[in-house]
């Protein structure tokens, strides 16, 4: 493999003799992929090798494009998370061919609490369909609906009727304390990107969100964010904090949010305070602001 190419968002395996279509110019040894479009059906671990017992790179969150670039045996699949690029080993049962735009409609509903539940009633005493967090996204069949006390959208989740509750799809101003809110103290989960557990990319990815197109306005490791971001001198509220192999969202110029494993989950820490603030200061090596 060059050099050049990033594993985690170039997709070639010369051991086992393929290559994504866009590179295949530079392989013409490699048999060429034809990938195909999935969504992700729950929160669907990617994995670093086809096996359980491997490292998780990231999460797809329901709803989430995924492109399957070759089937394995065993039930994995190799394939990209469409909205950051990144690569990984899934398992083939945590795939929908459903997209989460309605039949015949542009109508999707998305997630917008921290944590929410789809259920198989249009009431909170009905059975629980999934979980689904932050950014998941489903069909809507239809606008919500005034069931009892409560408004409900009625959306479809692997071909079934399922209900959401309208407050968890509340969108609200980007605000960065309520953010801190919402967060604070969530598990560390390596490769994690939900209020499940999330790792300290998948907190700031989280924090700068997707553009209209569905795209994350960050990439998904800490490196890659510190190149995709503009580089300042003093950080202001917002603005991302790099350190090697670690990243963090500061909430002024020195308080910083930050998924850690330190504490092992979601904390705060002031840069240069404290035993952990300046050891976190002294491998300071920028700060940087999205785009």
Known sequence: MSTELDARTHAVQSERGVVEPALAGQFPELRVLSPRTVYA???LPLRARPEEAAAQVTEALHGEAIEVL????????????????????????????????????AASVTVHAPR????????????VVTAAGRGATFAALGGPALHGDYLWWRAL????????????????????E?????YLGT?????????????????????AGKDAQGRSRLPRDADQQQAATLPVEEAQSGDLAFFPGHVGVMLDAVRMLHANATHMRVTVEVLGEGEYGRKLQ?????FGRVR
Request: aromatic share 10%; charged share 15%; glycine share 16%.
């Open 41 to 43: 059906a729950g929160i």
């Open 70 to 105: 070759e089937e394995l045996p065993g039930g994995w699949a190799w394939g990209r998370t469409l909205h950051d690029g990144y690569l990984g080993y899934l398992r083939t049962e945590g795939l929908s061919e459903t997209t989460p735009l309605s039949p015949g409609s």
């Open 116 to 127: 929410a539940h789809l259920y198989a009633a249009p009431s909170i005493k009905s059975a």
């Open 157 to 176: 989740h692997r071909g079934q009727d399922a209900y959401l509750h309208a407050a968890t799809t509340l969108e609200a101003t980007p605000d960065l």
């Open 178 to 182: 309520a953010f801190m809110a919402d």
């Open 187 to 207: 598990p560390y989960l390596w490769g994690g990107r939900s209020a499940w557990g999330l790792d300290c990319s998948g907190l700031s990815q989280l924090w």
């Open 282 to 286: 002294g491998g300071l090596l920028g």
